[in-house]
């Protein structure tokens, strides 16, 4: 199933995605010449742009994903709900997610402790309600433990080497509760096969994968996750994958 949901702000998320990608891009080109420059290397106002990006993306999933997947908006309206925001940067979208469900804790994980210690700044910035719902944790993908914890997971699939990915995906199956769901940002399916090569190129060059909509819908399914849907953001632009582990009221 898929559905479409532009927005403005989608569309400004989209816009400053993509400062952050030709700020990446930048830094990938220096690293050609023999010099340092990756994420971890990016300075502070690239990791806040990404993290302003990542702010529109949680009020898209509030407002349009959620809303769209049955049963999630009332498990999330419960006192008690766990969102876990996986890569999560400055907590931009988890502060987000934590204003759209004020009975919700979120708990955003990052394997980055300077991006964390921004996080910390401006959720002590922000003073809400809601940033005092918001938990940090430096903590890998990878090492996600625990068991039929969390109502909604984001993950962020472009961000994750392969290699992670593929460590990742049974345990964050594993830490969603029976009848939740996951949301996966994923880049689009490219049809011409010179242009599906080149994006798995690039996204492999900046650390990431060579995932698309269509390939992580068939690994969510081969997880036994179901009732799979894709939601397209802005015309080339991600892709929001969403799959419900079964059991209880599901």
Do not use: C
């Amino acid at each position: 199933m898929r559905v479409k949901y532009p927005d403005g702000a989608t569309n400004r998320s989209a816009a400053q995605a993509r400062l952050s990608s030709l700020h990446q891009a930048v830094a990938a080109a220096a690293r050609d010449q023999g010099q340092t420059g990756g994420w971890a290397d990016q300075d502070d106002e690239v990791l806040r742009n990404q993290g302003r990006a990542s702010a529109g993306t949680g009020r898209a999933i509030a407002g349009k994903v959620v809303p769209a997947l049955p049963g999630l908006t009332d498990r999330l309206d419960a006192q008690g709900s766990r969102i876990l925001d996986v890569g999560t940067g400055i907590a931009a979208l988890a502060l987000a997610l934590a204003e759209a469900f004020p009975r919700a804790e979120v708990v955003g994980i990052d394997v980055m402790e300077r991006v964390l210690g921004l996080a910390r700044e401006d959720l002590a910035e922000a003073g809400t309600e809601a940033s005092g719902r918001v938990t940090l944790r430096h903590a890998d993908v990878v090492d996600v433990a625990e068991q039929a914890a969390y109502d909604l997971v984001w993950l962020p699939a472009p961000f994750l080497a392969e290699a992670a990915l593929t460590q990742a995906m049974p345990r964050l199956a594993e830490a969603l509760k029976p009848g939740a769901w996951v949301v996966v940002g994923t880049n689009p399916a490219a049809t011409a096969p010179l242009r599906r090569a080149v994006a798995d190129w690039h996204a492999v060059r900046n650390g990431g994968n060579a995932y698309d909509a269509d390939r992580m819908t068939k690994t969510l399914t081969a997880y036994g996750l179901r009732n799979v849907r894709q939601f397209p953001t802005v015309p080339g632009g991600p892709v929001l994958v969403a799959a419900q582990r079964i059991g209880g009221d599901s």
